[in-house]
């Protein structure tokens, strides 16, 4: 059975070990082999280890679980300034209105298709609903074929923009849900395979 959780201390290797692997899958072809192989889980361990414990009321990682493995993690706040998209109801213009932002979002490259990033999604909007978040958004790069996941879980493509990684000029596109309750708890009805 699958659970998602809060995550803890403990689960800071696993995390690491998710990330890593599902940037190295992901991002193949996207970014530089140097960059991706240069990942380290160790050091991706520490830094999701301080997010846990030191951010945890302002950035709640959320992980999938099955048995003693996590599956998947996403990681949700408050948008960050100079990360809100320009145009409409999501852009700077609107920075007294709380708006969500879902930072990260990766499932195991062996536990994809399984609905388990729906259920991440999920959980993602309901922590931010309960920060009084109406709406949310999201930056994926655009070249990353992952990206059709947040069409079928109802994003509407919103802006562009290229952001520098490791040395790259990558294109980026943001997807956005205007009602995060509902985008919630339409997702939350997925079965887990």
């Not at 800071?12 to 990330?19: L, P, S």
């Not at 999201?138 to 996941?149: A, E, H, I, K």
Request: hydrophobic share 45%; glycine share 8%.
């Amino acid at each position: 059975m699958i659970t998602v959780e809060a995550a803890g201390e403990t689960d800071t290797a696993e995390i690491a070990r998710v990330y890593v692997e599902t940037w190295r899958t992901a991002y193949a072809g996207i970014l530089s082999d140097a960059a991706l192989t240069g990942m380290s889980e160790r050091r991706s361990a520490e830094e999701w280890g301080w997010v846990i414990r030191q951010r945890r009321d302002v950035q709640p990682v959320i992980v999938a679980r099955e048995l003693d493995q996590v599956l998947g993690m996403v990681s949700v706040g408050l948008s960050r300034r100079r990360d809100r998209p320009s145009g409409g109801r999501f852009e700077p213009s609107t920075l007294a209105l709380p708006v969500g932002e879902v930072f990260t979002l990766y499932v195991a490259p062996e536990a994809q298709e399984r609905g388990i990033g729906r259920r991440l999604l999920a959980a993602g909007f309901e922590a931010l609903a309960k920060r009084s978040c109406a709406r949310v958004f999201l930056w994926v790069l655009r070249d990353n074929p992952s990206r059709f996941f947040y069409e079928r879980m109802g994003g509407r493509a919103i802006a562009e923009r290229t952001e520098l990684l490791w040395g790259r000029s990558v294109p980026e596109l943001a997807y956005g849900w205007d009602d995060c309750v509902a985008a919630g708890r339409r997702l939350a009805a997925c079965s887990v395979r």
